[in-house]
Protein backbone atom coordinates (compact mmCIF):
# COMPACT_ATOMS: atom_id res chain seq x y z
CA UNK A 1 0.00 0.00 0.00
CA UNK A 2 1.16 3.24 -0.89
CA UNK A 3 2.38 5.92 1.50
CA UNK A 4 -0.17 8.38 0.61
CA UNK A 5 -3.03 5.81 0.47
CA UNK A 6 -2.19 4.84 3.91
CA UNK A 7 -2.63 8.19 5.21
CA UNK A 8 -6.08 8.32 3.89
CA UNK A 9 -7.02 5.36 5.68
CA UNK A 10 -5.61 6.41 8.56
CA UNK A 11 -8.03 9.18 8.61
CA UNK A 12 -11.05 6.56 9.86
CA UNK A 13 -9.59 6.08 13.27
CA UNK A 14 -10.39 4.20 16.61
CA UNK A 15 -8.95 4.67 19.76
CA UNK A 16 -5.89 2.92 20.63
CA UNK A 17 -4.98 1.97 24.13
CA UNK A 18 -2.38 -0.26 23.06
CA UNK A 19 0.61 -0.77 21.21
CA UNK A 20 1.82 -4.29 20.63
CA UNK A 21 5.37 -5.30 19.56
CA UNK A 22 6.61 -8.61 17.51
CA UNK A 23 8.79 -10.00 15.00
CA UNK A 24 8.52 -11.96 11.98
CA UNK A 25 9.84 -15.03 13.66
CA UNK A 26 13.04 -15.05 10.71
CA UNK A 27 16.39 -15.97 10.76
CA UNK A 28 18.60 -13.02 11.42
CA UNK A 29 19.87 -11.54 8.44
CA UNK A 30 16.56 -13.01 6.44
CA UNK A 31 15.85 -9.80 4.03
CA UNK A 32 11.54 -10.25 3.93
CA UNK A 33 9.24 -7.86 3.08
CA UNK A 34 5.69 -6.59 4.56
CA UNK A 35 4.35 -8.27 0.85
CA UNK A 36 5.55 -11.92 1.98
CA UNK A 37 4.52 -11.17 5.73
CA UNK A 38 0.89 -10.84 4.11
CA UNK A 39 0.95 -13.66 1.51
CA UNK A 40 1.93 -15.93 4.76
CA UNK A 41 -1.29 -14.13 6.74
CA UNK A 42 -3.48 -14.32 4.09
CA UNK A 43 -2.59 -18.17 3.84
CA UNK A 44 -3.91 -18.60 7.30
CA UNK A 45 -7.25 -16.97 6.26
CA UNK A 46 -6.67 -13.40 7.45
CA UNK A 47 -7.94 -10.62 5.72
CA UNK A 48 -4.71 -8.88 5.41
CA UNK A 49 -0.95 -8.17 7.21
CA UNK A 50 -1.85 -8.76 10.95
CA UNK A 51 0.72 -5.67 11.75
CA UNK A 52 0.18 -2.46 10.95
CA UNK A 53 4.11 -1.36 10.79
CA UNK A 54 7.18 -3.75 9.56
CA UNK A 55 10.60 -2.63 10.37
CA UNK A 56 12.80 -3.87 8.08
CA UNK A 57 16.53 -3.95 8.02
CA UNK A 58 16.20 -0.50 5.11
CA UNK A 59 13.40 1.14 6.47
CA UNK A 60 9.51 0.82 7.71
CA UNK A 61 6.70 -0.36 5.31
CA UNK A 62 3.24 -0.30 6.08
CA UNK A 63 0.99 -3.08 6.37
CA UNK A 64 -2.31 -3.09 7.58
CA UNK A 65 -3.92 0.29 7.59
CA UNK A 66 -4.16 1.94 11.05
CA UNK A 67 -7.63 2.28 10.74
CA UNK A 68 -8.44 -1.41 10.97
CA UNK A 69 -8.44 -4.29 13.56
CA UNK A 70 -4.52 -5.69 13.45
CA UNK A 71 -3.99 -9.87 14.00
CA UNK A 72 -1.87 -9.46 16.86
CA UNK A 73 -2.53 -10.81 19.94
CA UNK A 74 -6.21 -12.90 20.49
CA UNK A 75 -8.17 -11.28 22.79
CA UNK A 76 -6.18 -7.97 22.73
CA UNK A 77 -7.11 -6.57 19.37
CA UNK A 78 -9.63 -3.99 19.51
CA UNK A 79 -7.58 -1.14 20.72
CA UNK A 80 -4.14 -2.16 19.54
CA UNK A 81 -1.59 -0.78 17.22
CA UNK A 82 0.91 -3.43 15.89
CA UNK A 83 4.34 -3.45 15.00
CA UNK A 84 6.61 -6.20 13.52
CA UNK A 85 10.55 -6.44 13.23
CA UNK A 86 11.92 -8.06 11.19
CA UNK A 87 13.87 -11.08 12.36
CA UNK A 88 13.55 -12.77 15.84
CA UNK A 89 15.76 -15.81 15.41
CA UNK A 90 19.26 -16.96 15.54
CA UNK A 91 20.84 -18.97 12.54
CA UNK A 92 19.72 -22.18 14.03
CA UNK A 93 16.12 -21.30 14.69
CA UNK A 94 16.09 -20.00 18.32
CA UNK A 95 14.49 -17.27 19.43
CA UNK A 96 16.77 -14.05 19.82
CA UNK A 97 17.12 -10.15 19.53
CA UNK A 98 18.13 -9.89 16.55
CA UNK A 99 16.85 -6.19 15.98
CA UNK A 100 20.05 -4.31 14.66
CA UNK A 101 20.73 -0.46 15.60
CA UNK A 102 18.88 0.84 12.95
CA UNK A 103 15.74 -1.34 13.68
CA UNK A 104 15.80 -0.39 17.03
CA UNK A 105 15.99 3.55 16.04
CA UNK A 106 13.14 3.08 13.91
CA UNK A 107 11.24 0.91 16.83
CA UNK A 108 11.54 4.23 18.90
CA UNK A 109 10.48 6.74 15.98
CA UNK A 110 7.20 4.59 15.33
CA UNK A 111 6.19 4.22 19.20
CA UNK A 112 6.88 7.86 19.97
CA UNK A 113 4.54 9.06 16.50
CA UNK A 114 2.03 6.69 17.87
CA UNK A 115 2.11 7.96 21.36
CA UNK A 116 2.37 11.86 20.23
CA UNK A 117 -1.33 10.56 18.85
CA UNK A 118 -2.30 8.01 21.60
CA UNK A 119 -0.38 9.13 25.01
CA UNK A 120 -2.48 7.06 26.81
CA UNK A 121 -1.54 3.84 25.14
CA UNK A 122 0.46 0.65 26.85
CA UNK A 123 3.35 -0.54 25.18
CA UNK A 124 3.66 -4.65 25.42
CA UNK A 125 5.69 -6.73 23.76
CA UNK A 126 3.17 -9.89 22.07
CA UNK A 127 4.57 -12.72 24.65
CA UNK A 128 3.41 -9.91 27.28
CA UNK A 129 0.10 -10.83 26.73
CA UNK A 130 0.61 -14.21 27.55
CA UNK A 131 -1.55 -15.83 30.28
CA UNK A 132 -0.29 -14.79 33.34
CA UNK A 133 -1.19 -18.72 35.47
CA UNK A 134 0.60 -17.96 39.11
CA UNK A 135 -0.22 -14.11 39.12
CA UNK A 136 2.83 -12.79 39.81
CA UNK A 137 3.39 -11.41 35.95
CA UNK A 138 4.05 -13.28 32.69
CA UNK A 139 7.19 -15.16 32.77
CA UNK A 140 9.13 -17.34 30.39
CA UNK A 141 7.34 -20.45 31.19
CA UNK A 142 4.20 -19.12 30.23
CA UNK A 143 4.42 -17.26 27.26
CA UNK A 144 2.63 -18.32 24.40
CA UNK A 145 5.57 -17.40 22.19
CA UNK A 146 9.18 -15.89 23.09
CA UNK A 147 8.28 -13.08 20.36
CA UNK A 148 8.96 -10.38 20.50
CA UNK A 149 12.54 -12.06 21.70
CA UNK A 150 13.22 -8.61 23.38
CA UNK A 151 11.43 -7.31 27.03
CA UNK A 152 9.46 -4.42 24.78
CA UNK A 153 7.70 -3.16 28.72
CA UNK A 154 11.32 -2.45 30.29
CA UNK A 155 13.00 -1.33 27.21
CA UNK A 156 10.29 0.93 26.25
CA UNK A 157 9.65 1.65 30.12
CA UNK A 158 10.20 5.42 29.84
CA UNK A 159 7.21 5.79 27.05
CA UNK A 160 4.56 4.35 28.89
CA UNK A 161 1.40 6.33 30.47
CA UNK A 162 1.77 7.42 33.93
CA UNK A 163 -0.03 4.21 35.82
CA UNK A 164 1.20 1.77 33.90
CA UNK A 165 0.61 -1.76 35.36
CA UNK A 166 3.37 -4.12 33.42
CA UNK A 167 2.04 -7.49 32.85
CA UNK A 168 5.39 -9.46 32.76
CA UNK A 169 7.07 -10.43 35.98
CA UNK A 170 10.42 -8.68 34.51
CA UNK A 171 8.16 -5.53 33.86
CA UNK A 172 6.82 -5.53 37.22
CA UNK A 173 10.18 -5.91 38.91
CA UNK A 174 11.85 -2.99 36.95
CA UNK A 175 8.68 -0.82 37.67
CA UNK A 176 9.22 -1.44 41.29
CA UNK A 177 12.92 -1.09 41.33
CA UNK A 178 12.24 2.39 39.45
CA UNK A 179 9.99 3.49 42.21
CA UNK A 180 12.54 2.45 44.75
CA UNK A 181 15.42 5.07 43.33
CA UNK A 182 13.13 7.53 42.61
CA UNK A 183 11.71 7.19 46.56
CA UNK A 184 15.06 7.32 47.76
CA UNK A 185 16.22 10.30 45.48
CA UNK A 186 13.47 12.31 47.12
CA UNK A 187 14.39 10.75 50.56
CA UNK A 188 17.91 12.31 49.74
CA UNK A 189 17.26 15.85 48.85
CA UNK A 190 14.63 16.08 51.16
CA UNK A 191 17.24 15.17 53.73
CA UNK A 192 20.24 17.55 52.12
CA UNK A 193 17.34 20.87 52.08
Known amino acids: MLNA ?3 LEEKKMREIKEI ?8 EGQAITADEIRK ?3 A ?4 DIGYHYIIGFQ ?21 AAAIAYIGGLDANGKAKDTRTPRQKELLVKIIK ?14 RDLSVDKDGDGVEKHEFMKMCPCFNAEVEYMDYQPKGFVPKS ?9 RNKARSNSKESSTASS
Not at 20 to 27: G, K
Not at 116 to 125: C, R, S, T, V
Not at 169 to 177: M, Y
Open 5 to 7: EYK
Open 20 to 27: HIHCSATR
Open 40 to 42: WHK
Open 44 to 47: RGWS
Open 59 to 79: GIEFGRPLHRIPASARGHNKY
Open 113 to 126: QLKAKYPKAKIHGH
Open 169 to 177: KVGKDEKAK
